[in-house]
């Protein structure tokens, strides 16, 4: 044990980098110390076990213990939680890369559309930035509406020096319009017009219509190949398509989302464990509707309850979406509006150096001053100064 850190068992090493990615379901819940199972905090005014305050996940309180690392409320940084989700859901900070994916590979069997010998596919391989590479190699899959291959045979000319044409092993299958309409990923589906018997008289093509569920998107994302997924710009090892779909969510330790002692028997809890408590609900409701056999509609308008819940738990500021309040009305403070913006903790706490002996203002010119000179103003002169060492005479 270092003598530097006697509160924690931990071997100090140097860090050599830090590498960002997403964490897979599995990675979440190794990190997590209990599976939370209730939304309830407390029972009979102590911590309620697998519930969101429960004691392995850390203290906020003087008199007690965090049960996973043994320290008090000083030293304890807090552990993390998880939920099991009856369905896979969309999270809402990747919903715009996974609709660009989506549009990338075939809805069918999860290959690159593009054409390996499109010119538009070649320069974006060379394109460092993923980033980049994903918007170039999704412009040369936008026109694309069948998969390549299928039925087709590569045939090798015995009379003609035509070199074969590549297959990427595709499927032939017809690729579906995608858009986004709020929380909801829609595929649009043109049928081609068929022959009738009478030659003169044919068919109007039909459009089909349907919604893509997150466990139907996730289904198409998890059969991308790793070297699929390199070619799109991730890396399979820290950031697979997949995992931008939620099927556990990490719950934040109490540290996170403090509660706040009103009087001697209650206390009023954070904007956070109040919506992570409605996730909660909402995630057993569904359950529930699953083992009872409930009709498809109603399991899908109990998924789309939770949907809404899990989306405005990490921003609850989602443009043409109901914003989810407090029982007062008051919107409820997301994670997404506790980082952003001015007041945000990049901005306002970990940028927002306070020093003494300094002051700021707005630079403007001055003409009663020479160009070589600076106004200063009085009330910042008369408080302002410059320590000086001076000798002894």
């Known amino acids: 044990m270092d003598t530097r850190f006697p509160y924690s068992p931990a071997e100090v090493a140097k860090v050599r980098?830090?590498?960002?990615?997403?964490?897979?379901?599995?990675?979440?819940?190794?990190?997590?110390?209990?599976?939370i199972e209730h939304s309830?905090?407390?029972?009979?005014?102590?911590?309620?076990?697998?519930?969101?305050?429960?004691?392995?996940?850390?203290?906020?309180?003087?008199?007690?213990?965090?049960?996973t690392c043994t320290a008090n409320m000083a030293e304890c940084p807090g552990h993390f939680g998880h939920l099991e989700l009856a369905k896979p859901m969309f999270h809402i900070g990747f919903l715009k890369t996974v609709l660009s994916i989506?549009?990338?590979?075939?809805?069918?069997?999860?290959?690159?559309?593009?054409?390996?010998?499109?010119?538009?596919?070649?320069?974006?391989?060379?394109?460092?930035?993923?980033?980049?590479?994903?918007?170039?190699?999704?412009?040369a899959c936008k026109n694309k509406t069948k998969c390549d291959g299928g039925d087709e045979i590569d045939v090798q000319g015995q009379d003609t020096e035509e070199?074969?044409?590549?297959?990427?092993?595709?499927?032939?299958?017809?690729?579906?319009?995608?858009?986004?309409?709020?929380?909801?990923?829609i595929a649009e589906y043109k049928a081609q017009r068929k022959k009738s018997d009478d030659q003169e008289q044919l068919p109007e093509p039909v459009e089909r219509k349907q919604t893509l569920t997150a466990e139907r998107v996730l289904s198409v994302l998890k059969r991308i190949s790793d070297e699929d997924c390199q070619l799109?710009?991730?890396?399979?090892?820290?950031?697979?398509?997949?995992w931008m779909i939620l099927q556990v969510l990490p719950i934040p330790p109490p540290p996170v989302r403090p509660s706040v002692m009103m009087d001697t028997s209650s206390?009023?809890?954070?904007?956070?464990t109040h919506q992570l408590a409605m996730i909660i609900r909402h995630n057993e409701n569904l359950k529930r509707q699953e083992r009872n056999g409930a009709p498809a509609h109603i399991i899908s308008e109990f998924a789309q309850l939770l949907q809404f819940h899990i989306a405005t738990y990490f921003d609850n500021e989602l443009p043409g979406q109901p914003r989810a309040t407090q029982r007062s009305g008051r919107p409820i403070k997301?994670?997404?509006?506790?980082?952003?913006?001015?007041?945000?903790?990049?901005?306002?706490?970990?940028?927002?150096?306070?020093?003494?002996?300094?002051?700021?203002?707005v630079i403007t010119p001055d003409p009663t001053i020479n160009i070589d000179q600076l106004g200063?103003?009085?009330?910042?002169?008369?408080?302002?100064?410059?320590?000086?060492?001076?000798?002894?005479?």
Request: aromatic share 4%; with cysteine.
């Open 102 to 139: 989506m549009r990338c590979v075939c809805f069918n069997c999860s290959k690159i559309l593009a054409d390996e010998e499109d010119h538009k596919f070649k320069q974006a391989l060379k394109i460092r930035s993923p980033k980049n590479k994903l918007k170039k190699i999704l412009d």
């Open 267 to 272: 206390r009023s809890e954070d904007d956070l």
């Open 163 to 185: 070199p074969v044409k590549k297959s990427r092993g595709g499927c032939g299958a017809q690729q579906p319009k995608l858009t986004i309409e709020g929380m909801k990923m």
């Open 334 to 361: 997301s994670i997404c509006s506790r980082l952003k913006a001015k007041e945000g903790r990049i901005r306002g706490n970990l940028m927002g150096k306070r020093v003494d002996f300094s002051a700021r203002t």
């Open 17 to 35: 980098l830090v590498q960002f990615g997403i964490l897979s379901p599995d990675e979440i819940r190794q990190m997590s110390v209990v599976q």
């Open 376 to 393: 200063v103003p009085w009330s910042i002169a008369l408080k302002s100064h410059i320590s000086r060492n001076c000798d002894a005479i």
């Open 232 to 242: 799109l710009g991730l890396n399979p090892k820290y950031a697979r398509p997949d």
């Open 40 to 67: 309830e905090t407390t029972e009979r005014g102590k911590p309620k076990p697998a519930g969101l305050s429960d004691p392995r996940l850390g203290t906020i309180d003087r008199k007690m213990k965090c049960d």
